[in-house]
Nanobody
Framework: QVQLVESGGGLVQPGGSLRLSCVVS????????MGWYRRTPGKQRELVAS???????EYGDSAKGRFTVFRDDAKNAVNLQMNSLKPEDTGVYYC??????????WGQGTQVTVSS
């Protein structure tokens, strides 16, 4: 059974940093495409960052220059380093992994709140 467990969310002041982690069990992460999504108040779920099996990273416009997505094969995890956080980054962040034509899994979400 594949499970995704996110951690690292919390309350941070504007300008601060957080690192989100998504640990995957039940399968090998390197075989999956990966992404971090978020749902912010009043908006639909949006892609924050993605990481392909080929190591290509892509970012949503709001994340470019501030966030970095990377994979930790030793921990079978995909992480999201978030710097220079803004109040509009507040929301629930979800980890997603999928394979073309195959299975797809979501984490339970972790709350990020950016406020002074």
């Amino acid at each position: 059974q594949v499970q995704l467990v996110e951690s690292g969310g919390g309350l941070v002041q504007p300008g601060g940093s957080l690192r989100l982690s998504c640990v995957v069990s039940g399968t090998f992460l390197r075989f999956y495409e990966m992404g971090w999504y978020r749902r912010t108040p009043g908006k639909q779920r949006e892609l924050v960052a993605s990481y392909t099996t080929g190591g290509v990273r892509e970012y949503g416009d709001s994340a470019k220059g501030r966030f970095t997505v990377f994979r930790d094969d030793a921990k079978n995890a995909v992480n999201l380093q978030m710097n220079s956080l803004k109040p509009e980054d507040t929301g629930v962040y979800y980890c997603n992994v999928w394979r073309p034509g195959g299975d797809e899994y979501w984490g339970q979400g972790t709350q990020v709140t950016v406020s002074s």
